[in-house]
């Protein structure tokens, strides 16, 4: 695995995937829409991918128009938003989860809701929860 202990500080993104092109390796990237089944299932499964060797974890935010998703992550989301999945109870989970995990985490979303809270203000919002990443969809 690339990345040092959570004590010790993750390395970035960047830095995990500059570690891996060294050694010629490819990196285990896993998915998991946060919400589903619910929350703590989503913080426990995120600790149990950290821990089989994860480089990186990428952390879907259910939508409720899911348009570039395919249907098993459409239907993903649609189970998490029956829960009450929401942007901000996934970020208050994850700001608990990630100083437990080794690997840093991207978090997946559509632009709609970081247009809403503004560029600046929503990567400030991830940077406090531990996110080192995010990916954005627009379609």
């Known amino acids: ?20 092109r060294e050694q010629g390796k490819s990196a285990f990237i896993p998915f998991i829409t946060a919400g589903d089944p619910d929350l703590a299932t989503t913080s426990k499964a995120l600790k149990i991918l950290n821990s089989c060797g994860s480089d990186v974890i990428e952390v879907g935010v259910p ?14 989301a649609t189970r998490a938003l029956k829960k009450g999945t929401t942007l901000d109870s996934v970020i208050e989970m994850l700001k608990g989860v990630t100083p437990e995990l080794s690997c840093p985490i991207v978090l997946f979303t559509y632009y709609n809701p970081i247009l809403k809270r503004g560029v600046g203000n929503f990567m400030s919002f991830i940077k406090q929860a531990g996110i080192h990443g995010r990916r954005t969809c627009s379609a």
Not at 1 to 19: C, D, I, P, Q, Y
Not at 66 to 76: E, N, R, T
């Open 1 to 20: 695995m690339a990345n040092r202990g959570a004590a010790a500080g993750k390395l970035t993104v960047a830095e995990t995937f500059s570690n891996l």
């Open 63 to 76: 939508y409720s128009d899911p348009l570039a998703d395919g249907p098993v992550i459409q239907a993903s």
